[in-house]
């Protein structure tokens, strides 16, 4: 065996014009879309900016991403405090916590309960929250501290 090249019959060795197959074609383009290699203002990148958007904006609609905020449960108590855009505190009470049906008996364990949580307050008004069918579902109170 002769393991030595002839160099007058080399040209036979160089390699042919490469024939450009469309699928070659196909795999240039797509290894150039995930090797991000298109100048800024060509056809292909303003392509691949237009799947970028289209994914961020209508993905949402078809995948569930599970991004719910968390829902906020009310204390064990039923108290929830809530910041008075003028400065104070509301206090959110369940109704059922609520025994009375009289006005100021309500107001008296309205104070009952809130008193433990923020000390000697006396209660400026409260509101009945009431759900679509009229029914109330808490109370809200104001308070002014003492």
Aim: charged letters at 15%.
């Amino acid at each position: 065996m002769n393991s030595q090249i002839d160099l007058h019959h080399s040209e036979s060795l160089t390699a042919h014009p490469a024939v450009v197959s469309p699928m070659g074609a196909i795999w240039r383009t797509i290894r150039g879309y995930i090797l991000w290699s298109y100048e800024r203002g060509s056809l292909h990148y303003d392509i691949m900016v237009t799947l970028i958007l289209l994914f961020v904006f209508v993905s949402p609609y078809f995948i569930n991403f599970n991004d719910k905020p968390v829902e906020r449960n009310p204390h064990p108590t039923g108290v929830v405090v809530i910041p008075d855009p003028q400065g104070g505190l509301i206090y959110q009470i369940q109704a059922s916590a609520i025994s009375e049906k009289n006005g100021s008996d309500i107001r008296r364990q309205l104070q009952h309960i809130v008193e433990p949580i923020s000390g000697a307050v006396s209660i400026s008004k409260y509101e009945a929250v009431k759900d679509a069918s009229g029914h109330i579902q808490s109370y809200k109170v104001w308070v002014v501290k003492e």
